[in-house]
């Protein structure tokens, strides 16, 4: 059909822009970041639906959209529609009223309540929401309670619209828009034009990059100090993100020059305002005058400051404090222990047993099959003959369920032990009101970043007895820090490494490949394929390939010849999010063969399906559901817009706008992974993840297998990542602070 569009001249550089007015039928793909959004229109005069592609503001089933651009034809998928300019219309069709109401826009509006509405008032309908919204009463189901619900949903939509229209005018995505809104209401126009740099620290998920972009157009100079001070910020909050605690000052200073364009001077100026305004602190590194250097200095975020100057003083205080344990015969009590569980200890976990009942705290640290559990389960037994008060905790829920399990005790997560409060916004459990516990074994102290530690430790009573339990050679924390390898290295504490493999441990490939792979070894591979074993190694190079492997191997051959369930019992663990073979790729092709239900919630380019298993990826002290914690989507309200997942046991409700706190978990990070053991784990391993593969990281993943190992990819790539050992170096001070001793 030949296009019957007058061409639009009301702006000189776009002559040749045609326009056309549609209303939406469908949103098939909208980016939450960048605004895009591809859409199906139904436009008079077509008998096909009209695809349009373009930055949209938050379009709506059912609005009518007009648009202005150009006609484009796309290699897979035909004519489309090239959106330049845009504006929406409110739906004059009862139909398309129906679909506007239905479309989850509005909280309290649903399909089967947007058709009862448009049914008893037809074209009238929008008019009697904007003017007498108390008139729905007369709609079966609405009651005065819902009505205030779709009054203020319906109120802040229009206030939203605006913010949405003065964001993307200065380039930011409109999905912001709604939390921008709720973090500063109706004043949250004339906040942006004051100070948008606060965009930044304020909302989750924009960064100082979109912020800058707004402010550059709202007429900011390059060299504003408060551009330079926004910016420093964000670059030490983006350096914590990859580990530090703190960052050298001329090193920070030729960063922010870097990444800001800016001058020296300016820097200085900014990072001394922020310095007075206590936002970080400043920190002369020159103990020894004699040889004092320049600017030897380190600058911390405030909060990361006070955290490992807190651990210092509180590992000080409980090392230094009495042990009220009374004091008992360490040999009778091996003795005793030893009849009880059944086994004779070896020396090393003679050795650890012993300091866990003698000292007031200690480290055990060791791969898999050197006997931790062991030790922590006769450590159990003689303090629990004692009549102490014992408490196990680790930071993941997955890990305190494995603590559990192999100990017959109860373990909790560090957040939950310390009884995070909704109404004061921070942790019950402090100096002020610490735990009731006389001996603390932690787990996977490997996994623990400073800030945690620091609020941890403030919680433990200056007489109890503090066990952390760990791996060394696992990956460091996803939070900032070293604290296992700081606490290691400072030499204030007794340690016991563990590195013998006991004769039971030595029948699993898993562990012997995995102290293999410590070793800098390539780990051994099976020949024989007939025969059921835990460790296999299928290569392939090419990516294409490697996917359908894995769809294969999570979809059928696991399932059929190990009998492990592909969702529950199945994990693949990738080294990258991005890419062909990464999470975000997996999880889609994974969600696809593994959960094809059409009960789901589109948001932005995700499905969410009843049924998917998904992953919080930020703590929500709120819901008490944590980063990292897996869970399954129980059932899904079209009509509310909301979500429930099932974590160990516990229903939580999403609504839509909280769903960026979740993610699908057929595939997930080996980072995402720490404190987990699955049945089984497939693990992709191509030349494509070179950046990132390093042997702390490929044994961290092969570890995290309890029954299978199943590793896809190239031994190229797989040898590379395991003679890789340089893992990089974290600015933390704390090491130093403990042996200042």
Known sequence: MTDQFTFLDKRPDHENLLEIEGQIERITYADEESGYTVAKLIVQGYQDLITVVGNIISPSPGE??????????????????????????????????????????????????ASRIVKKFGEKTLDI????????????????????????????????????????????????????????????????????????????????????????NLGFAKNSPLRAEAGMLYVLNQLTDEGHVYYPYEPLIEKCQEILGVDRGVMVQA?????????????????????????????????????????QHHFRRLIHSPKTIRKIDTDKALQWVQEKIHLHLANKQVEAVKKAISDKVMVITGGPGTGKTTIINAVIRIYSELGVRIQLAAPTGRATKRMSEATGHPAKTIHRMLEYSRQTGGFQRDQDHPLDVDVLILDEVSMIDTILMYHLLKAIPSYATLILVGDENQLPSVGAGSILKDIL?????????????????????????AHLINQGLIPEFIQDRNNLEDFYFIEQDDPVQVIQIILELVSIRIPKRFHLDPIDEIQVLSPMHKGI??????????????????????????????????????????????????????????????????????????????????????????????GSEYPAVIIPVL?????????????????????????????????????NNKVMQRYTYLAQRLRSE
């Not at 129980?634 to 839509?656: A, K, L």
């Not at 990132?692 to 309890?706: D, H, P, S």
């Open 64 to 113: 009518t959209l007009v648009v202005s651009g150009t006609w484009m034809d796309h290699p897979k998928f035909g004519r489309q529609f090239k959106v330049e300019d845009h504006r929406i219309k409110v739906p004059a069709t009862i139909q398309g009223i129906k679909k506007y109401l239905g479309s989850g826009l509005i909280k309290g509006i649903g399909p089967v309540m």
């Open 129 to 216: 929401i904007e003017q007498r919204i108390d008139e729905l009463v007369h709609v079966e189901g609405i009651g005065p309670k819902r009505i205030d619900m779709i009054r203020e949903a319906w109120q802040e939509q229009k206030e939203i619209r605006d913010v949405m229209i003065f964001l993307q005018t200065h380039g930011v995505g409109s999905a912001y828009a709604a939390k921008i809104f709720k973090r500063y209401g109706q004043g949250s126009i004339p906040l942006l034009t004051q100070n948008p740099y606060r965009l930044a620290t304020d909302i989750l998920g924009i960064g100082f990059n979109t912020a800058d972009r707004i402010a550059g």
């Open 271 to 311: 990072i001394d305002t922020l310095n007075q305004e206590e936002k970080i602190v400043i920190e002369d590194l020159d103990q020894d005058f004699s040889e004092a250097r320049a600017n030897a200095k380190a600058v911390y975020l405030t909060r990361f400051y006070i955290s490992e100057t807190g651990i």
């Open 489 to 513: 290295q400072s030499g204030v504490v007794a340690v016991v490494e563990l590195n013998e493999i006991f004769r039971q441990a030595q029948k699993s490939k898993i562990i012997v490949n």
């Open 581 to 674: 073979v990464g999470t975000g790729n997996l999880n889609i092709r994974l969600q696809e063969i593994l959960n094809p239900s059409e009960t789901k919630l589109i948001r932005g380019e995700r499905a969410f399906r009843l049924n998917d298993k998904v992953m919080q990826i930020r703590n929500n002290y709120d819901k008490e559901v944590f980063n990292g914690d897996m869970g399954r989507i129980t059932s899904i309200d079209p009509e509310n817009q909301t979500i429930t997942i099932v974590f160990d046991g516990m229903p939580v409700i999403y609504d839509y706008s909280e769903l960026d706190e979740v993610v699908q978990a057929y595939a997930i990070s080996v980072h995402k992974s720490q």
């Open 687 to 723: 030349s494509q993840h070179y950046i990132l593969l390093q042997r702390n990281l490929i044994y961290t993943a092969v570890t995290r297998g309890k029954a299978l190992v199943v590793l896809v990819g190239s031994k190229k790539a797989l040898a590379m990542g395991i003679k």
